[in-house]
C-alpha cells in the first residue's frame, strides 16, 4: 500500500534510522552548467533540495541533520559567487525563520563564524536564539567550517587549559577533546552523504567521522530529493557497522 510523502516508507526500519545524518550539497554549479545556466542558479535550487531534505528528516524521525554549506576553501573562489552565496544564505535565513518555528527546527551554525559578513553573523545570532528552545530536529549548518581548523581551535584551547593549570595532558580523551569541537552537543553522524559522485571529505567533520557511513550518490545536490534519501537509508540499513569488531 502507497503511505503518505509525509510518512516513512515501509521498506525502512523506524528502530534502525540513523540518528544523526550529515550532507555534502555538491553539485550545484554543474547542475546548472548543464542547463547552460550561471553556477548562482545552481545554489539557488540547492536552498529547496536542502529545505526538503530538513522537512524529510523531520517527518521521518531523524533526530540530527548537519549540512555543509561553505568550507574554509570556498573563499578560493571568485568573489561574485562568494558574495552571492553570503547573501543567499542570510536571505534564506530571514525568510525562512518562521517556517522552522511552525516546524520546530532548532537551528545551528558551526564554523569559524566570525569571519563571515557581519549582517550574516546578525541574522545567524537571530534565527539560533529564536529556535533554541525547539524539541524538533537539530539543525546544523556548516559554514566556513574547515575540520582541520576546527580541530586546531579545540587543540588550542585545551592546550590554554594545561599551560592555566586547569587540565592535566593525561586528562584529554576523546571524550574531552570532541567537547571542544563545535560539534559538542551532537553525537557523530551515522550517516554521511555526499552528491555529485565525489569520493572526498573536503574536510568535514574529519573527527567526526571515524565510523560514520559514507553514502555517495552521482545524483547531483539541487536533484536530490525524498526518493533519493530514501534510496540513501535502504543503502545505509543494509551495511554492517562492526566498529572494529568481527
Ligand atoms: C556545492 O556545489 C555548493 C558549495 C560548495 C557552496 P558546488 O558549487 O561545489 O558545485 P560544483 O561542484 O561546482 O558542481
Ligand atoms: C565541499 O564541496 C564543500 C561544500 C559542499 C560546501 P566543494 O565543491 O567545495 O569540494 P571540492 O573542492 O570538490 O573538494
Ligand atoms: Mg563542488
Redesign the pocket.
Known amino acids: 500500500m502507497q503511505t503518505s510523502l509525509r510518512e516513512l516508507p515501509n521498506d525502512l526500519d523506524q528502530n534502525r534510522l540513523p540518528s544523526h545524518v550529515a550532507v ?3 553539485g550545484n554549479g554543474r547542475w546548472a552548467k548543464r542547463r547552460g545556466l550561471p553556477r548562482i542558479m545552481g545554489h539557488r535550487q540547492g536552498v529547496d533540495a536542502l529545505k526538503n531534505l530538513l522537512r524529510c528528516c523531520n517527518d521521518w524521525g531523524i533526530q540530527a541533520l548537519t549540512a ?4 574554509t ?2 573563499w578560493k573562489r571568485p568573489a561574485e559567487e562568494v558574495d552571492f552565496l553570503m547573501t543567499l544564505f542570510e536571505r534564506v535565513l530571514e525568510r525562512e525563520l518562521q517556517e522552522m518555528m511552525a516546524e520546530n527546527v532548532r537551528i545551528q551554525f558551526v564554523g569559524n563564524l566570525i569571519a563571515l559578513p557581519r549582517s550574516l553573523q546578525d541574522q545567524i545570532d537571530k534565527s539560533m536564539t529564536t529556535t533554541q528552545s525547539n524539541t524538533g530536529i537539530q539543525f546544523t549548518v ?1 559554514t566556513n567550517y574547515g575540520g582541520r581548523q576546527e580541530i586546531l581551535q579545540a587543540v588550542r584551547a585545551i592546550a590554554i587549559q594545561v599551560q592555566q593549570g586547569k587540565l592535566q595532558p593525561d586528562e584529554i580523551n576523546e571524550e574531552l577533546f570532541s567537547r571542544h569541537l563545535y560539534t559538542a552537543n551532537l553525537s557523530d553522524p551515522d550517516l554521511l552523504i555526499r552528491t555529485s559522485g ?1 569520493m ?1 571529505l ?1 574536510n ?1 567533520l574529519l573527527w567526526q567521522m571515524a565510523y560514520g557511513e559514507l553514502y555517495i550518490t552521482d545524483t547531483l545536490w539541487p536533484d536530490f530529493d525524498r526518493k533519493e534519501f530514501h534510496q540513501a537509508l535502504c543503502a545505509y540499513q543494509k551495511r554492517d557497522r562492526r566498529f572494529g569488531k568481527i
Open positions: 555534502i550539497m555538491d555543509y554549506a561553505f568550507s576553501e570556498n556548516a565525489e572526498r573536503s568535514f
